[in-house]
């Protein structure tokens, strides 16, 4: 059965700690992405990446790091540098970038307190 | 860089009555994509739209792509609670940077 997977579903962390989200998929697509969502809002790109052990920043970068040793996996780190990290994650993947759809996985919902 | 603009933000209507949301680019769009995201859910992509002036359909959902490539539209024909969610519209960002969403639009469905 394929598809993306997101792991925790919900997540709380204390102020001050880093914490790293979880995205896994085996779609075998070769771009994915991590976009943030807040209430009411739409999706902001915070990174992408088109291939193993290239990505680039996205729109709202800052506070954020990711990292792409494995196709299959794409997990990102929200440092204790990002100021308002509560929100909800979502994790998309697709066959390449530009044009072809994004399938998402089901989000993480971050809660920073 | 791109902009993606949707209105209304939010619509609401009674049970039966038609909606409409619509999408409009900075810049013009190889493509634009469409996407349904269900209150506590994830977006899930519905239709994509290529050609310049393209219509189609999927059961009670009508998609229009503008003539300039600029612009989009959705319509939903007699909407049902099913239909409740947020759409999105999203066209490909400048160089390579994958998909720039707009904000959505909100739909309401009163019973």
């Known amino acids: 059965d394929g598809g993306i997977t997101q792991s925790p579903k919900y997540l709380f962390r204390k102020e001050g700690q880093n914490v790293t989200l979880s995205c896994e998929q085996n779609l075998n697509h070769d771009a994915m992405y991590w976009y943030r969502q807040d209430p009411g809002q739409g999706l902001r790109l915070i990174y992408y990446s088109q291939i193993v052990n290239d990505f680039q920043k996205g729109d709202i970068a800052e506070g954020y790091s990711v990292s792409r040793e494995k196709k299959e996996s794409f997990p990102l780190t929200v440092t204790s540098a990002q100021k308002n990290p509560t929100a909800f994650y979502l994790c998309a993947s697709s066959i390449g970038l530009a044009g072809p759809e994004q399938y998402f996985g089901p989000g993480t919902r971050l809660t920073v307190t | ?111």
């Open chain 2, 1 to 111: 860089g791109q902009q993606v603009m949707q209105i209304p933000q939010y619509q609401h209507v009674q049970e039966g009555e038609d909606f409409t949301t619509y999408c409009n680019s900075s810049t013009t769009l190889s493509n634009i994509q469409w996407y349904k995201q269900r209150p506590g859910g994830h977006p899930v992509f519905l239709i994509q739209l290529v050609k310049s002036g393209e219509v189609k359909k999927q059961k009670r959902l009508t998609f229009q792509f503008g003539e300039a490539k600029k612009n989009s539209s959705l319509h939903i024909t007699a909407t049902q609670t099913t239909d409740v969610g947020t759409y999105f519209c999203a066209g490909p960002g400048g160089g390579a940077d994958g998909l720039t969403f707009g904000k959505g639009t909100h739909l309401i469905i009163q019973p």
